[in-house]
């Protein structure tokens, strides 16, 4: 009689801190790939499901720069909670767009989007306490935590996703072939 | 009789006073650089072209051939070595790929391609570096500025003019022009002048022709910098664009190296 072996799933978790969900858009860009995926993987914490913490995992995928507190203490969750931690897309790996406000104060960036600015009416810097500290400089993952992989692109294709991911599962190193490595 | 050197275990020949470069461009064997370019003295500065010969590493831009030379360029461990000078190069400027419009065209990325650089390795310096949009047809982001002096020499070999220089030192090293204001839109430049095509990242680009070539078919999204040859598709980009002129759609942009 053959042995069947009942291999559970691989967690992957993923979240987006100061980016702008693309990477998670073109994540989904596999499209039906995505059924053959989740045969073996099952999502913790992602905006795909909504769950709002993230719990030991395989895999974290983690979108977007460190903009404010927030994006910190989240990036550490994912850290302790997750074997494998991949910094994605452009911001995750060097600040990104987000980043061009490191040239100014965060000052000067606030009197901007929320006194100067043309349009704005009631002019006030939001002060919620609900409102998460904005960190003085933007900053990606590496210098937070560690980080194992690096997949870059502003998005990666769902072919570099679908690559990473499948070489993971196959227990291989992940490489990217130089036709899936982009900075843009 | 020709003499030679070896490369990576091939014989090359080279002529008296050519450089392990020089030797090496002509036998269409690549070694990465940033800094040099046929036609303009030698630079030395990036270091990306850093072989070992008998043992000792040195910049193949800068050191003549020399009978006997066992040069060893396409390692693992020189491929290891370039990689990091190259992430010191993306985290000492900021260099934001997706939002610079040199991006596919850019040399310093297609650098870091075939390096497989996935990210900058060290923190970053965000340093703050002035944008120059003074001239009516060029424009100067320093973000960008690698410190090749390509377009320093370019202008004073080249186009005998003296429009750019570097000034001070360590982080605080940052491309100046030659202008009673310091002004680019104050210099003697020209559009027609080399200096004004030759950067290879996108600290000097020409304005009203961004973005005429859309990512994903510019020039290293279609080569790879190790085509040896790429020194033509790059002087046709970097030719004018004339209105009306036909122009293959495949082969990428206008201007740019
Ligand atoms: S100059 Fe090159 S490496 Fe730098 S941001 Fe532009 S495309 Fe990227
Ligand atoms: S502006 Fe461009 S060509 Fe001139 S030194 Fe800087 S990187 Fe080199
Ligand atoms: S190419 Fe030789 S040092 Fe730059």
Redesign the interface.
Same mark, same amino acid.
């Given at each position: 009689m053959r042995e069947v072996f009942t291999v559970s799933k691989v967690r992957v978790a993923t979240t987006s801190l100061a980016g702008c969900f693309g990477c998670h858009m073109s994540f989904l860009d596999m499209d039906e790939r995505i059924v053959g995926l989740l045969e073996h993987v099952e999502f913790s914490r992602s905006p795909i499901n909504d769950i709002k913490h993230c719990d030991p995992c395989d895999i974290g995928l983690v979108e977007g720069a460190l903009c404010n507190a927030d994006n910190v203490h989240v990036l550490k969750e994912f850290r302790e909670n997750c074997k494998i931690l991949i910094?994605v897309g452009?911001c995750a790996?060097?600040?990104?767009?987000p980043?061009?406000r490191? $040239?100014f104060t965060l000052q000067e960036c606030l009197e901007e989007a929320f006194l100067d600015m043309i349009g704005v009416d009631n002019p006030h810097i939001p002060n919620d306490v609900e409102i998460p500290l904005l960190l003085s400089?933007v900053?990606?993952l590496?210098?937070v935590v560690k980080?194992d992989?690096?997949?870059?692109g502003?998005p990666p294709s769902a072919d570099a996703f679908v690559k990473v991911l499948t070489d993971l599962l196959e227990g291989k190193e992940p490489s990217?072939p130089?036709s899936m490595? $982009?900075?843009? | 009789m020709s003499k030679f050197i070896k490369i990576d275990g091939v014989e090359v020949p080279f002529e008296e006073g050519q450089t392990i470069m020089d030797a090496a461009l002509a036998a269409d064997i690549y070694i990465p650089h940033l800094c040099h370019r046929p036609g303009l003295s030698p630079h030395g500065s990036c270091k990306l072209c850093t072989v070992d010969v008998n043992g000792r590493a040195v910049s193949s831009c800068t050191m003549p051939a020399s009978e006997g030379m066992e040069i060893e360029n396409d390692t693992p461990a020189l491929k290891k070595v370039r990689k990091t000078i190259t992430q010191m190069l993306f985290v000492e400027g900021n260099h934001l790929c997706p939002s610079c419009e040199k991006t596919g065209d850019c040399t310093l990325q297609a650098v870091a391609y075939h390096l497989d650089m996935l990210d900058g390795h060290f923190p970053q310096f965000y340093p703050r570096r002035e944008v120059d949009a003074s001239h009516s047809s060029l424009v100067i982001d320093r973000d960008r500025c690698i410190m090749c002096e390509l377009c320093v020499r370019a202008s004073r070999e080249i186009d005998g003019k003296d429009v750019f220089a570097i000034s001070g030192r360590g982080t605080g090293r940052h491309l100046i022009v030659n202008s009673p204001t310091g002004k680019l839109g104050d210099s003697d430049i020209e559009l027609d002048d080399l200096a004004a095509h030759i950067c290879p990242v996108g600290a000097i680009l020409i304005k009203d022709h961004g973005y005429e070539v859309p990512i994903g078919r510019r020039t290293f999204d279609l080569h790879s910098v190790a085509e040896t040859d790429l020194e033509e598709v790059i002087l046709k980009k970097s030719a004018h664009h004339d209105e009306g002129e036909e122009r293959d759609p495949n082969e990428g942009g206008v201007y740019g190296v």
């Open positions: 910094a452009a790996i060097n600040g990104g767009v980043a061009m490191n $040239h400089k900053h990606p590496h210098e980080v992989y690096y997949l870059p502003c990217l130089k490595l $982009h900075y843009d | -």
